[in-house]
Nanobody, 127 residues
Framework: QVQLVESGGGLVQAGGSLRLSCAAS????????MGWFRQAPGLEREFVAA????????YYADSVKGRFTISRDNAKNTVYLQMNSLKPEDTAVYYC????????????????????WGQGTQVTVSS
């Protein structure tokens, strides 16, 4: 049984930082690219960042580029999202997800292409 378990969310003031972690089990982690998505109330789930199997390539939404960093540790079956310079508009539930490697970068941006999902962790940024 595949499990993705996020942690590290919480309440932070604008300008602060948080580091999210996602621990994977039940799958061959280094066979999967990983992504982070977020969803605010009443809005569709949106892409935040993705990282390829070996970590050589990373992709970011324009809204987080330069502020967020995705990374992975295949020895620990864990993917991370370092979030700096947080803004109130970053407030959402953050989800990690796994996807088999794809040829086209655009595939990583659409949440329906991902196979496995965590339960989410709440991030709240106060102004």
């Amino acid at each position: 049984q595949v499990q993705l378990v996020e942690s590290g969310g919480g309440l932070v003031q604008a300008g602060g930082s948080l580091r999210l972690s996602c621990a994977a089990s039940g799958l061959t982690f280094n066979n999967y690219a990983m992504g982070w998505f977020r969803q605010a109330p009443g809005l569709e789930r949106e892409f935040v960042a993705a990282i390829t199997v070996g970590g050589a390539s990373t992709y970011y939404a324009d809204s987080v580029k330069g502020r967020f960093t995705i990374s992975r540790d295949n020895a620990k079956n864990t993917v991370y999202l370092q979030m700096n310079s947080l803004k109130p508009e970053d407030t959402a539930v953050y989800y990690c997800a796994g996807i088999r490697p794809r040829t086209y970068r655009s595939t990583y941006y659409y949440y329906k292409n991902y196979e496995y999902w965590g339960q989410g962790t709440q991030v709240t940024v106060s102004s």
